[in-house]
């Protein structure tokens, strides 16, 4: 490939003049305005300025449906479609004569007549209102949408399901060949001798998974340098392997009876006479170790194993071979006649059929294949696969009639973020658009193979490269940096221009002349800004440097030395009242610096702990932004799982114990011990974990994590740290995503079950990482990749020396020597070779993240070096860093080798400032309120309440609820002052000796639920007796099994108070009817006044709450219903105990238990809530309210028949109800 030169400069793009035909390359360095010129193109192309080729002003308008831009996140399309619309909102103005147009629109308006400025103006304006339907897309999604919209032409189903995480399946399918053809081989030692991909299904996964994605053809697989094994069934191997053991096992078997005392004693006398090389035959080995195995195997001689890893290095160690090369010269080697079977073992090891591989190949290969078969089934794609498919369709025959349609569905497209590109991408783009100079097409592809990052996602700057050579004589750059000062964008050349000159160049790509990837100078756009500090200028790139002598520095000090460093200096911009940055402009003031301006930049999540740590200790607040911030990898996770296993058995002690003794479960250890040591106490927490457990069965997960929060006061706990914000965020989202995955699994067993897979895998996903409004205010912590396109006032590099060597623990990637097609080998066994070109690679894309970390600040950056050593290492390899191979360091090198290499750059140094304290301004330490929790509460000016959050002296609610079913637990729980205490009364009759509580009290509600459901037509079938045994059984209630079924049959059967007929004979009926009603600054005392006036007058009941409710009001009626006459009415089930048999529940006792619970006040609020419907709904409603609305029912159904109380206020109630809810005065 002929490569480029580094003095082959492509011209500087002017964006008025840039050709839109044919294919593009524009390089667009960091900061140069590459959004600001695909803005301007864009511009050009709806108004078809030079789209023709000839006149600029006579081309072909496109308007944004046509024109495709691609990127390659969705963040980036946003803000492409969001500065696009702007740019040509700016054009319409210009055109108009609204605005004072820049340069660039200036040059455009010179190319026409004033004449066509109007019709300019309107195009420009159409297309600004046209860009929600812009075709503007990451590359997947426009994959995705040429799929479904092309897919008679691409050969693809027509509805296919996305699926963004096939982790699962891929698991499920590793599985099955596990289990089809390794689980069934005849013998254990099989399965050890083909070694990881046979420990288990999830082994098998990791090993096969380089082939994932690997469809399209672009990987080569090898083993030690060598092409891989073919393919070998585990049958197969295990036949050949089975020959061998049973070679091994006929000498092992002559072996054993060669363990004789004579063998132990020469091998002493050996030892005893050092005959023998002591280096190699340690004696202290010989004594400890392998001495007692001999003893024992003559003892035992069953006890040895041949095949036994320990046992096969003393055969090794000790076979005649050994012995004779490590005995001295002149000493004659021990001779006995089991050393010399020793050897034959020895022999045999050497010859074992190495197999593993060929088995890998073949498990990859039925993996790849049962994987694309699988997907088609359930007609999913994955997100590769929305490539490959395109990339295939387009390739095969028939293929150019799909390219044509979408050339002409897209006669222009620009690809953002190029050097993130492909094999199987380009070759999309390459089909669609040719290398043709036809005036009708254009394909511009925008990149910087300097800022490319991502090989770990399957960028290949390969390819770039080659798109690079076949686009040759159509190149363009942007050649000024408009982000950075002046200042900072020199000291950023001075390092890059010097390390040019190496003989690999910068990027390590040099050789032999050749250059594919240059650094050349860009430059500043004028930025005069600068960081100013007690008046003066702060330089922009700074560095701290330990300069203590490598062996005195470890990777562990450095980091927390640095960080310190950092933490300090931040703490120390902060506290300043001197600290501003300053712009040349005359009408700029200068501005404070804020932690908003601070970003640091780390390698990984570890990295990010040191240093966040570190700002903690100075009370400075950060918010770690990463793309693998997944909320299941949080301590809130890993708190949260504790937490849902301890309620689920909190028979357990060991959880429950494991659970409270957790950080963020806010115990002191004062309240841990004396929970430990009292049992009482420690039976009153498990009582209370109990209680959860019922919530959880009754009313589901979210509410049972809200008991336990406000049980143990953790918002109020959490909040009194910096973190604490943070905290409870991630608690509610946990609880959150939780209660949407309990209608998808299978009971608590399920979902636990369910949480714990989620953090063992803890994979990346928008939807799973939670940010708070706090967040923008924060110093950021953000990985490099994820800095990527992003700007920062201020950056801190304070790990910057760090990297991450290749080593053979892994399988390897590298790409073959002068191969331009992006292929890629996959060394699974790497030698020193392979590990060598693949650590190489690695050190050229860690230039690379050092060039985006270093071009992110705007004013000034810090770093922080030292020549630390890793591990056991004897000498540090810090020149095998990005910034280590920029300074061209030597092997092994010193703190003197990076200070020497530091002076000749322009770059200050600094001291390590001392330990610094942040003094937080008063605005900055408001936290935000603390949730509502048991005891007094003053509720907010707006919320959602309910009438539980109205009654008077009643176990705390802390909001409305969210179902009917945990209504119903909010009932139960304030008229029995125990939640979900479960009391059984003993020798009564029928349903006077069922269980009573809030939970029996929901479970009776639940079941009257289905029942409804069911239009109560159903109590005696065989459904509803198999859901009454079965949630009896869950309860241990099975003994109240023949008496719920009589009294269900009963209940569904008795005639009505209401009506005269049962509850099977009504018309129509609603369970569960939920409700809202807008309140305006209701008074609770108000609404009682009224409510006693119309509702048993004159008798005595407790007052409400002192509650002011202002925004909405919420409930749930059990059943509403229509009568036989048309008339409507609201039913309220009651599972109160009023007596131990039927004389108990007269009119007297019921209506006194209306009031004592004040379910008076709950009637009003569901017959009004009826009564507004009814006034929606009906047209003549108000002029026949009694007509139509009946009034309602409080049912204690323990007594099905005699515990109807009927409720049929004056109609002048719900008048002052509906006048006290508007605000309006009532006497």
Known sequence: MSQMQPNDTAPALSPQSFPLQGTRLIEASAGTGKT??????????????????????????????????????????????????????????????????????????????????????????????????????????????????????????????????????????????????????????????????????????????????????????????????????????????????????????????????????????AFDQSTINKNKFREKGWLENERPQFENWIQHPERFDALDSEAQKIIEKYSADNLATGTKAKFTPPNHPLFNGFNDLAALFASRPQLHLGVLHHAARWFVEEFKKRKQQRAELGFDDLLTRLHDALHREGGEALAERIRVQFPMAMVDEFQDTDAVQFGIFRKIYPEVTSNNYGLVLVGDPKQAIYSFRGADLYTYLNARELTAGQHYNLPKNYRSTENLVASVNALFVRAEHQDAGAFGFAHEGTNPLPFFAVAAAGNKGALHENGEQTPALNYWLIDEAVEDLRKGEYQQRMASACADRVAALLNSDTAEFVDASENEKPTAVSPADIAILVRDRNEAKVIRDALNARSLRSVYMSDKDSIFATEEATTMLSWLQAVYAPENETRLRAALLLRLSGQQDTALSQWLEDEQAWEKITDQVREFRDIWRFQGVLPMIRAWLHAFNLPQIWLQNDSGERTLTNMLHLAELLQQESSQRDGETGLVRWFAQQLDDANPNEELVQRLESDADRIKVVTIHKSKGLQYSLVFLPFICGHKAVTAKHSVRYHAAGNNSGRTVVELEPDEEAIARADNERLQEDIRLLYVALTRPVYACWLGLGAYREGNAKYSAIHRSGLGSLLNLPVRPTAADLKTALAELPWQHEQVPNFTAYDKPEHQSKRLPALRLPGPVHTEHWWIASYSALRTGAVYVPEAPDTATQEQYQDDEQDIGEPATVLVAENLQGMHGFPRGASAGTFLHNILEVAADQKFMNADSAEMS??????????????????????????TAVPLATSGISLQELPAIVAEMEFWLEVNDLKAADLDRVISRYLWPGRARPALLDEHVNGMLKGFIDLTYQDTAGRYWVCDYKSNWLGADSTAYTERAMVKAMLEKRYDVQASLYLFALHRLLQARIPDYAENIEEYLGGGMYWFIREPELGQCVLQPDVQLLHELDALFRAEAVE
Not at 220 to 246: D, T
Not at 1032 to 1046: D, H, I, N, P, S
Request: charged letters at 20%; glycine letters at 4%.
């Open 36 to 269: 600001f010129t695909l803005a301007a193109l864009y511009v050009r192309l709806v108004l078809g300025h030079g789209t023709a080729g000839t006149e600029p002003a006579n081309g072909n308008a496109l308007l944004p449906p046509k024109i495709l831009v691609v990127t390659f996140t969705k963040a980036a399309t946003e803000e492409l479609r969001d500065r696009i619309r702007q740019r040509l909102v700016d054009a319409a103005q210009a055109f108009r004569g609204q605005i004072e147009p820049d340069d660039v629109l200036a040059s455009i308006l010179s190319d026409y007549s004033a004449s066509d400025y109007a019709k300019c103006a309107a195009q420009l304006q159409l297309a600004a209102e046209w860009m929600d339907e812009a075709a503007i897309f990451t590359i997947h999604g426009w994959c995705q949408r040429m799929l479904s919209e092309h897919a008679f032409d691409a050969g693809t189903a027509f509805a296919q399901t996305m699926n963004k995480d096939l982790r699962e399946l891929s698991l499920q399918i590793a599985r099955d060949y596990w289990r089809y053809f390794l689980y069934p081989l005849p013998d254990n030692r099989v399965l050890h001798h083909l070694g990881e991909i046979a420990k288990s299904p999830e082994a098998l996964y990791q090993a096969i998974r380089p082939w994932v994605g690997a469809e399209s053809g672009s990987l080569e697989f090898r083993a030690a340098g060598v092409a891989l094994p073919s393919a070998l069934e585990p049958i197969k191997a295990a036949k050949q392997l089975q020959n061998w053991f049973q070679k091994v096992d006929r000498q092992a078997a002559i072996v054993r009876e060669l363990i004789q005392p004579e063998a132990l004693a020469v091998l002493d006398e």
């Open 1026 to 1051: 198999a859901l009454i045994s079965r949630r009896l059984m869950q309860r241990g209630w099975e003994a109240e099994y023949e008496t719920l079924q009589t009294w269900l049959q009963q209940l």
